[in-house]
Structures are given as structure tokens and as C-alpha cells.
């Protein structure tokens, strides 16, 4: 009889580990393992009609499903409302309580103007004004005029329907953004100038959880 019992746990274990799908890795003192999708939310990127705007619909089945925002479960030594930014992965992690994390996929900046490091939330903005950086106005003379006066918020506004701006320990502009982005094809590829950009209707739903303030810690990794 104990053989038997024996043999049973055994099969269940078997049958447990071949059910799920683990990744583990550590950067940056942030841990994560046996991470096992519970939630996807696919249907969640049709049109949104927002402050006036209306989002296009994504044609969410021609990206990889990896992208999706998905809840999963998620072990990491940080509290929960810490965002995590993969760059390397392209996903960004906002975590939960009880191990799990809201998944988002991301366009990371071009080799050369990627960005690692700690910062929080300083503020955030819906349907921003974009204000590009002197240095990009020297690489692309296009965009200069919108260096002082800035693009006013609308659906081809490269910052999308929502922007949060980093800020470092010493309570400096970083000049890095998590914001959205009307290019969705560029979801899971280094396109942008440093900035973490996520598709418009994720930005909205990463928007709605964060309370801006020294508190809302953002762990960027390479």
C-alpha cells in the first residue's frame, strides 16, 4: 500500500512539472521564477474612445502572444507597486501582491540610447505634450521645432495617451518615459530613443494602478 501511495505522489509531481512553464533569472537583485501565465488579456486592445480620442484597434493577433498584458505569477524581493523593466526580455512588470505581477510587452530604446538603472515616478500625464531633447532635434532637424513649443497631445504624438516621467534618488529628470505609442508593430523591438513605450491601451491600464511619488520605484535592467 505505501508503494502505491508512493508511486502516485510521484506521477502527480511528474505530471505537475510537465503542466508548467518555468523561467528563472536574476539581474539587479530582482528574482524571477516559475513564472506560470493566469490571466491574458487579449480582447482588451480594441478601440478606446478616450478624453475625446478615439484609439484604433490593435491588431493584437499579428503580435506575438508574449505581448499581451497578462497577469502571472511572479517572485521578486520587491513590495508591491514597483514597476520592472526588462529591456532584454521586452517586459515590463508591475507587481502585485501574493507573487504576481501584471506582464506588459515593450519597445526599448536603440543600442546607444538604452537607459539601466533606479528611479520612481515623479509624475504622470494624460495625453502629454512631447517635448523631444535638444540632442534628438541635432539628429533629426524634423522634430526642432517642437523642442521649445512642444507637440500637442493627439493620436500620431509619439508620448501616446499617457506618459509617467522618471525621476532619479537626487529628484533629477531623467528624461526617460514609460508611455504609449501609436506604433504597435514596434512592441518587442529596440526602436525607440531610450523611452519605454507600450502600446496605447496598456499605457492607459499601467496609468490607472500607478500613484506617482518616491514610493512608486521603477528598477530598469539591462
Partial sequence: MRLRK???ALGLLAATALAGCSTTSSSGGTEVATITTSQIFTESYGSVKDAGYTLPAIPISRMDKKFHRQIIGYSTTEQPGTI???TRERFLYYILPNGKAVRYGIGVGKQGFAWSGTAYVAWKQEWPTWHPPKEMAVRRPDVAKYVEDGMGPGLSNPLGARAMYLFNEKGQDTLFRLHGTPEWASIGTAASSGC????NQDIIDLYSRVRP???????VIQ
Fill in 6 to 8: 508512493s508511486m502516485l
Fill in 196 to 199: 519605454i513605450r507600450l502600446m
Fill in 213 to 219: 511619488g518616491r514610493n512608486t520605484k521603477v528598477v
Fill in 84 to 86: 520592472v523593466v526588462n
